[in-house]
């Protein structure tokens, strides 16, 4: 758990009772909290087990000292209990009630800058097809990531590369000059990057069948597979892009300016937005003089005229990073482009690349690469990786066409949330348009939520019926938990303009549950900027809707005859609201003021 404001109040207690107790000084990095496990009693947890050499006794007599020291000197820490090796304190309800009567929106939502500026890529689609899926969990994970990293006092810059070069692009190209009979996205209405994705597969069934008719004629299949006459035509395709041949560029804008506009409109729907977009076509010259200069100073070697680095001695292997004929290797661009990156941002101080897990060993190896070639930035390099998603339809191909198209899953999803909407028939005041971005709203919150709330590790099985479900564990429960509290202080503007300052004496469990997570709300969102998991802040935030959802069924607001208790427990209903906007935008995902 982050360190929040309770855990550094009790800091320089427990720092007072190892020099009071144990004649120590103990540094604030020595102490670490936890939760206290619902089982027992109390709400912070410290494991004394790493302590005892230092106190000399056992595990509880350990923990009895120090709980009774705090329970002396500290006037927030009402009790304590110890079992085994583990101090429960429990915290007055005074405690609680001051923080949040006494802090303030920015306290609670706004984190201090911390002067740092963090680049995030992610997106980084191929111009052969449009986006699915898997690019859908690398966009909403990266823009998330970035969000919670601005929220915390980081200037953040938003960069994608766009592989838009290369013998898959001209599959694409040479299945739309073979058999597009000049069709565009404007003669037949279809997106560009759909139409352009409609030719990749077109070339797949062109060459299988190719392939086929080799093997019937008796050629061996591996050679079948890389004689396939469309095949060779490709190769020599992407020949003439890199000679520059005039007909092939400017197939190759056309297409590609098609692929872009459909990409952007899907980011568009998407609300994701680059500060900075790198296309492969230009960085993929990058890095080889810095390869060569690496070699002068023996960072590499040569060996049958290629330019390898040897990482045996880190646990890695030994790789090429320019081959005999002098053309460089994928590792090779990655290099220069990470290069030149800090080179065009000169305050930049992290650099962050989210892209799936099957590229682990690649960014551990480019890491050490430029870590080898004394880059002090190299240390500041982070891969966010994260697993596959998949459907219960199963495992997707793109060049079999069998991908889900994230343009189709998310008009599913927003469909599916619109004739969810329309059956709890609450919307007679909503006009059609209204409607219409309200289940815009609910269904993108939908996917993004539910791609959000596992960690990002984990693979993951995305289930686009559940994804909607208002009462279950999903981005549209929090957004009908937001409207309520909106619509309730909507219904008491009037009080709060005369609301009481005075606070009630104690307040109920069920208060207390949602302000302990209200508490924790910055620890947890720096927490979730500090190890980029934005899955943590999303479990929090369903934690604390959840949590005021029983409060509102079983506490009554409006109906609470003292004023001091009602107007508390507005106040309270306003910071759940500002904290669930806070964490949803911090996710990428708008909240209705009505529902």
């Given at each position: ?335 220069g482009t990470a290069i030149k990156r800090f080179e065009e941002f000169p305050g930049l101080s992290r650099l962050i690349y989210t892209v799936g897990n099957e590229q682990d060993y690649h ?233």
């Open positions: 758990m982050s360190q929040d404001r309770l855990h550094v109040l009790l800091i320089p207690a427990l720092q007072a009772a190892f020099q009071q107790l144990f004649d120590h000084v103990a540094t604030p990095e020595a102490f670490t909290f936890q939760a206290t496990r619902p089982e027992f009693e109390g709400d912070v947890t410290i494991n004394v087990f790493p302590f005892l050499k230092i106190s000399g006794k056992g595990p509880e007599p350990t923990a009895q000292a120090i709980g009774e020291h705090l329970q002396a000197n500290v006037e927030v820490v009402e009790r304590f209990n110890v079992v085994k090796g583990f101090l429960n304190l429990k915290i007055a309800d005074g405690y609680w009630i001051d923080f949040l009567q006494n802090t303030g929106d920015q306290d609670l939502l706004q984190l201090p800058s911390t002067g740092k500026e963090v680049m995030v890529e992610y997106a980084s689609p191929n111009t052969n097809k449009p986006l699915h899926l898997g690019h859908m969990r690398n966009i909403f994970l990266g823009h998330s990531v970035s969000r919670i990293l601005e929220a915390t006092g980081n200037k953040v810059v938003r960069v994608q590369v766009i592989n838009d070069r290369g013998i898959h692009i001209c599959k694409s190209m040479l299945a739309w000059q073979k058999y597009g009979k000049d069709e565009t996205p404007e003669s037949n209405g279809l997106k560009g990057d759909k139409l352009v994705g409609k030719y990749y597969v077109e070339f797949d069934k062109a060459m299988k069948q190719e392939v086929q008719d080799l093997i019937a004629s008796g050629t061996p299949k591996e050679e079948a597979e890389k004689q396939a006459p469309i095949l060779l035509e490709a190769q020599e395709m992407l020949r003439k892009w890199e000679g520059n041949d005039p007909d092939v560029r400017a197939l190759w804008e056309r297409m590609n300016g098609w692929v872009y506009a459909g990409f952007n409109a899907t980011y568009e729907r998407m609300g994701v937005a680059f500060d900075r977009v790198y296309h492969e076509s230009e960085t993929y010259v990058l890095g080889k003089n810095d390869v060569l200069e690496g070699l002068k100073k023996g960072v590499f070697y040569e060996k049958d005229g290629a330019v390898w680095v040897d990482n045996t001695k880190e646990g890695l292997d030994e790789k090429v990073l320019l081959r005999s004929d002098g053309t460089s290797v994928y590792m090779t661009q990655d290099i960014f551990k190896v480019l890491f050490l690469i430029l870590k080898k070639l004394g880059f002090p930035w190299a240390n500041e390099l982070h891969h966010l990786s994260y697993g596959m998603v998949d459907l219960p339809t199963g495992k997707m191909k793109s060049r079999e066409g069998t991908v889900v198209d994230a343009d189709d899953l998310m008009e599913e999803v927003v469909q599916a949330a619109r004739t969810s909407g329309e059956q709890l028939s609450k919307l007679d005041e909503f006009s059609e348009e209204e409607k219409a971005q309200l289940f815009e709203m609910i269904g993108m919150a939908a996917v993004k939520y539910y791609l959000l709330k596992v960690d990002a590790k984990k693979r993951m099985l995305f289930d686009p019926a559940a994804s909607i479900d208002l009462q279950g564990h999903t981005g549209p429960f929090i957004q009908y938990t937001y409207a309520r509290i909106k619509s309730l202080l909507r219904r008491t503007e009037d009080l709060v303009k005369n609301a009481s300052s005075q606070v009630p004496s104690t307040v109920l469990s069920e208060e207390l549950e949602v302000i302990k997570l209200l508490h924790h709300f910055p620890a947890v969102l720096s927490g979730s900027a500090m190890a980029l998991d934005p899955s943590s802040l999303a479990n929090h935030t369903y934690e604390l809707v959840k949590a005021y959802n029983g409060f509102y069924q079983s506490v009554p607001v409006l109906k609470e005859e003292d004023p001091i208790k009602r107007d508390f427990r507005i106040g309270l209903s306003r910071a759940v609201a500002l904290a669930t906007k806070k964490a949803m935008w911090c996710l990428g995902i708008e909240v209705p003021e009505r529902m």
